[in-house]
DNA sequence: CGTCGATCATACAAAAATGTATAGCTGGAC
DNA sequence: GTCCAGCTATACATTTTTGTATGATCGACG
């Protein structure tokens, strides 16, 4: 009988996705050396070797690979029986894990998030900044603020409306450099935009903003400096219209040339639909964010 | 976050069944404080109640009845896994697990087993023996030896034949209480069969045998005992007519009027079929198990 | 009404797993 | 060619987990 702890499928799971011992580790708020011996226990176990060893990492054999979903499976498992447990709890206390894109996380939600937890003292509150989109079903957050419509299966998704999108500068940045009034006279200018996220950039070019990487002068990938940048005076750059109004420095660009809106969709699993604790900080956070379209 | 270990879920699952921490202990070879530790941790982590304690046991709360599923579907995910993993490696060695009946794991399979354990050298061997049905989905075993046919799911079933049943007696018995020549005169003898057995009784009854509990004067539930009281001279009782063959002092009883078969079943789980160790296993038990129906 | 058997909870010793630190190897950049 | 970053493997101290032994409580049963 091989009866290997399920954890060490965890560890494995972790190698599997990381490609070494040491980024596994990392990964899973563990050691390398721990990881290893896991990965040494459950090859043992099995009686069937699983990685290659190298120096420059581990490389996973043919039964390794088939072994993955079943390890996946697990993990699918473990998420669900988490959320049903989140869910099956009444009290408005416990930790609600929200995910965000930077601007987003960092601008918009904490105002909201200070009532909420003003309101409901027992409620602990994770904010994750990632634009890269969090997994709600293997339970990366509870509750996710997406741009895009989420298209994965068991996830209870609203749109909340649409947040406008303008080109800004600072005054300041007026003041010495001028107002541009027509697209051509813009590209004189220094423009704020990203370096080398080349997501970003092709969701520009969906919304009709065909810009290539030379455009622009001052280039970030984080959308907080970008603002930074903004609010500094350094130049020209997109920014939310609800965000700039609460800036009285910031004044609006070329207001008719360059205008585009993004959704703004809040989602969290069905199976959290039980849980007042995470309904709590959901309805607040689509109130908020509602009112904060409005601004717009 | 949860995140809580996986083992945790694993002795979650054992003491949702067993009722009580001593008794999933006993079933998980761990022991009842290691049990209700993993339970404390698994009921803080998820931050709600799973079982209400009492003397008699720990009882279930609906969120724990609740949890059950995703436990289980954790648990079927890593018995898949193990199937996997041993039907990945080619090599002839490892462990294969046999459940079969008493007396088929005690009297006919292990002649077989010792040919394929002296061809084999590097395959270990479990054997099982256990009247219920073990299950071959949650891997208690490998390959199971049956006299019903298999009928769940992904099992790969092979029947081998049937095996007739007859009663027997030992000379002994026959020359101090005499051959009854009807049914009349045998129901005056000293009979063998079950005690309480009802699965047993109800199977007899199937085979158009109907026989209650006081038509046997030994009684036993076990079949080893059963057959151990017919060798020893102790009464007339039913035998595989295989195994009565190889005796030379059991002598059929009325074979004219008692007399029936039961099917011989050799069942794996299909995940296993890329396994060369369980495969050498199974077809030595096919050819073995052909070869004992033969003999009747 | 007491006894027996089975249960959970707790204290303490033993065993196992983990983390830290370090050595050694490898591949790519300059 | 050398350096640097990143990786694995190993030794050792520490922490954590586990097991043993025991006490206390409850219910079944005679």
């Not at 190298?54 to 499976?73: C, D, M, N, W, Y």
């Not at 409620?123 to 994965?152: H, K, S």
Request: net charge positive.
């Amino acid at each position: 009988m091989i009866d290997a702890d399920w954890d060490l499928y965890r560890s494995f799971l972790a190698v599997l996705r990381a490609g070494s011992l040491s980024s596994a580790a990392r990964q899973t708020a563990s050691t390398q050396p721990t990881i290893g011996r896991h990965v040494d226990a459950l090859e043992r176990r099995l009686g069937a070797p699983l990685f290659t060893r190298s120096r420059a990492g581990l490389t996973p054999t043919p039964a390794a690979i088939a072994l993955q979903p079943h390890a996946e499976a697990m993990e699918a498992a473990a998420a669900a029986l988490e959320r049903a447990a989140v869910g099956a709890r009444d009290a408005e206390s416990g930790v609600v894990r929200i995910t965000a894109s930077e601007i987003m996380g960092a601008e918009v939600l904490p105002p909201m998030l200070a009532d909420v937890s003003l309101a409901h003292p027992r409620i602990a509150i994770e904010l994750v900044l990632d634009n890269r989109l969090a997994d709600l079903m293997r339970r990366d957050a509870d509750i996710a603020v997406r741009m895009t419509r989420p298209t994965q299966g068991a996830i209870l998704a609203r749109r909340i409306g649409a947040v406008q999108i303008g080109l800004y500068a600072h005054r300041r940045y007026i003041a010495r450099a001028g107002a541009p009034r027509t697209l051509a006279e813009a590209s004189r200018h220094a423009a704020i935009g990203y370096d080398r996220d080349q997501f970003a950039v092709r969701r520009l070019g969906e919304e009709g903003v065909a810009l290539d990487r030379d455009f622009f002068r001052l280039r970030s990938d984080s959308d907080c400096a970008q603002l930074a940048l903004l609010r500094a005076g350094a130049g020209i750059g997109s920014c939310q219209r609800p965000l700039a109004r609460r800036a009285p420095d910031l004044v609006p660009v070329l207001p008719n040339d360059i205008s585009f809106t993004l959704d703004v969709w809040l989602a969290m699993h069905e199976d959290l639909k039980a849980s007042r604790t995470v309904r709590i900080v959901y309805d607040a956070l689509a109130k908020g964010l509602a009112d904060y379209i409005r601004e717009g």
